[in-house]
């Protein structure tokens, strides 16, 4: 008779868009694989950001419907930066969630059992937890395959609520950071999305004939947008920004500067 062998059974991680700050962002798909999801895990990232937790909260009360599934909080390691190469930080503190992500698998997720956890926005943009868990992988440590789901991005809402489209007629689109904006606008493209800038690297573009779409906490209730002229509004932007800031103790902000039309005439 010959022997049978089982395989052994492997967890599984789906990483969940959820939007970009209003509930109503989620996808079919999305609340499909939050209640496929056995374990639900929810990133904490200290007082002044609850808001952010307080968010999947609330898309997991409204749609998970499966009685048996759990949630878990976890604190996100603080990235060091001071005196650091930024590469280098960023480096490390994506180790430092590699180790949280595995000691949370190993513990909290059994062999055969599915974990979920709900990114801002979509995974692919501007988000580093697919090559977190791909590092983790790779450790080797504890064996699991992994699914992508796609979620409304921030640029998407930047767009919408701007009522924009995202390009110029048969033109491309840069997407980039305030650190590389310089780089790229308005020489080398007409349409440029900025997804991270801490030092507001728009108010060093001269170009008289840039203009400006920006927007804070889209999605949310807190939502700001100004657009306009870059060189009457940037001073609009930079006092809301701060006021903003101040207030709700954190932000979330994403431009797009454009110059030229669709059709050059």
């Given amino acids: 008779?010959?022997?049978?062998?089982?395989?052994?059974?492997?967890?599984h991680i789906l990483i969940i868009g959820i939007g970009a700050?209003?509930?109503?962002?989620?996808?079919?798909?999305?609340?499909?694989?939050?209640?496929?999801?056995?374990?639900?895990f929810i990133p904490t990232k200290g007082a002044k950001r609850s808001e952010l937790a307080e968010l999947r909260r609330e898309i997991c009360a409204r749609y998970v419907t499966r009685a048996d599934s759990r949630t878990i909080e976890f604190a996100v390691p603080v990235r060091r930066t001071e005196?650091?190469?930024?590469?280098?930080?960023?480096?490390?503190?994506?180790?430092?969630?590699?180790?949280?992500?595995?000691?949370?698998?190993?513990?909290?997720l059994a062999d055969g059992q599915t974990g979920a956890f709900l990114v801002w926005g979509d995974p692919m943009l501007y988000d580093s937890t697919i090559?977190?868990?791909?590092?983790?992988?790779?450790?080797?440590?504890?064996?699991?395959?992994?699914?992508?789901?796609p979620g409304i991005t921030?640029?998407?809402?930047?767009?919408?609520?701007?009522?924009?489209?995202?390009?110029?007629?048969?033109?491309?689109?840069?997407?980039?950071?305030?650190?590389?904006?310089?780089?790229s606008f308005p020489h080398r493209c007409e349409t440029a999305v900025v997804m991270l800038d801490g030092e507001q690297?728009?108010?060093?573009?001269?170009?008289?004939?840039?203009?400006?779409?920006w927007g804070a906490y889209l999605g949310s209730p807190e939502e700001i947008v100004i657009s306009g002229r870059l060189a009457?509004?940037?001073?609009?932007?930079?006092k809301t920004r701060a006021a903003a800031r101040e207030r709700?103790?954190?932000i979330m902000d994403i431009y797009l500067l454009r110059k030229g039309a669709d059709f050059d005439e």
């Fill in 1 to 11: 008779m010959t022997p049978s062998f089982r395989r052994p059974s492997r967890r």
């Fill in 21 to 40: 700050g209003n509930p109503e962002h989620i996808t079919v798909q999305a609340i499909n694989a939050l209640n496929r999801a056995d374990v639900l």
């Fill in 83 to 108: 005196g650091r190469a930024y590469i280098e930080s960023v480096d490390d503190w994506h180790a430092s969630i590699a180790a949280t992500y595995e000691a949370l698998l190993e513990s909290e």
């Fill in 131 to 149: 090559r977190i868990v791909e590092r983790v992988k790779a450790r080797g440590r504890i064996g699991f395959g992994f699914d992508v789901i």
């Fill in 154 to 183: 921030s640029l998407q809402a930047l767009c919408a609520s701007h009522r924009i489209p995202l390009n110029l007629v048969g033109k491309p689109v840069e997407i980039t950071t305030g650190r590389r904006l310089a780089e």
């Fill in 201 to 213: 690297a728009f108010q060093k573009i001269e170009d008289p004939d840039a203009e400006i779409y």
């Fill in 232 to 238: 009457d509004v940037k001073e609009e932007i930079l």
């Fill in 248 to 250: 709700v103790g954190w």
